[in-house]
């Protein structure tokens, strides 16, 4: 099946660690999305990458890094300096031109 | 910076009602023009769509947009809505070139009572 997968559904984490959240594409699109949904709040761009082994910060990428090694995959690390990440995580591909499409999403819960 | 504006934060409809969520957005340059549709426990789905062409969109499940070019509007429209239209409704925005960002509402949640 095509499709994006996003691993895993839920995840705790403690204060004070990193934690990076999967995501895989084989849809063979060019361009790999990361956005954070909260309550009230929309989606909101955290990283995005173009083409491989090259990205680009959105709208709040600070206490969060990307590598994009691979075509498929684009992994999101939730580092120790991010001040509030309990969140709902979206990954999300596409192919110009193109709609986004949106993986299940990973909901990521600090203890 | 592009920004997108939806006006209501929660719509509550009786089933067969007639549904309007507006959308606006700024920008100065092309866009392309969507709206998302997130149901309860479930992924973001493509509604419908606008790049270019027809401003009346058509898309799955019975909806509808118009693009207003003149009042930077993309409003969603559906004649009559289900009890399974019960979800959360994103309006978003990227610029027409090449792979770059959606920018999004803050959606719209809609409830619809039997």
């Known amino acids: 099946d095509g499709g994006i997968t996003q691993s895993p559904k839920y995840l705790f984490r403690k204060e004070g660690q990193n934690v990076t959240l999967s995501c895989e594409q084989n849809l063979n699109h060019d361009a790999m999305y990361w956005y954070r949904q909260d309550p009230g709040q929309g989606l909101r761009l955290i990283y995005y990458s173009q083409i491989v082994n090259d990205f680009q910060k959105g709208d709040i990428a600070e206490g969060y890094s990307v590598s994009r090694e691979k075509k498929e995959s684009f992994p999101l690390t939730v580092t120790s300096a991010q001040k509030n990440p309990t969140a709902f995580y979206l990954c999300a591909s596409s192919k110009t031109p193109s709609a986004q499409y949106f993986g299940p999403g990973t909901r990521l819960t600090v203890l | 910076a592009q920004s997108v504006s939806q006006h209501n934060h929660h719509v509550i409809l009786s089933e067969a009602a007639s549904l309007e969520l507006g959308c606006n957005y700024s920008?100065?340059?092309?866009?392309?023009l969507f709206w998302y549709v997130q149901y309860p426990g479930q992924h973001l789905q493509l509604l419908l769509k606008y790049f270019s062409g027809d401003p009346l969109v058509k898309g799955i499940k019975g909806f509808e947009a118009e693009f207003i070019k003149s009042k930077f509007s993309f409003n969603l429209r559906k004649p009559s809505v289900q009890w399974s239209d019960t979800a959360e409704y994103f309006c978003?925005?990227?610029?027409?070139?090449?792979?770059?960002?959606?920018?999004f509402g803050k959606g719209t949640r809609l409830s619809v009572i039997a």
């Open positions: 920008y100065g340059g092309t866009v392309n």
């Open positions: 978003a925005v990227n610029a027409d070139s090449g792979n770059t960002p959606l920018v």
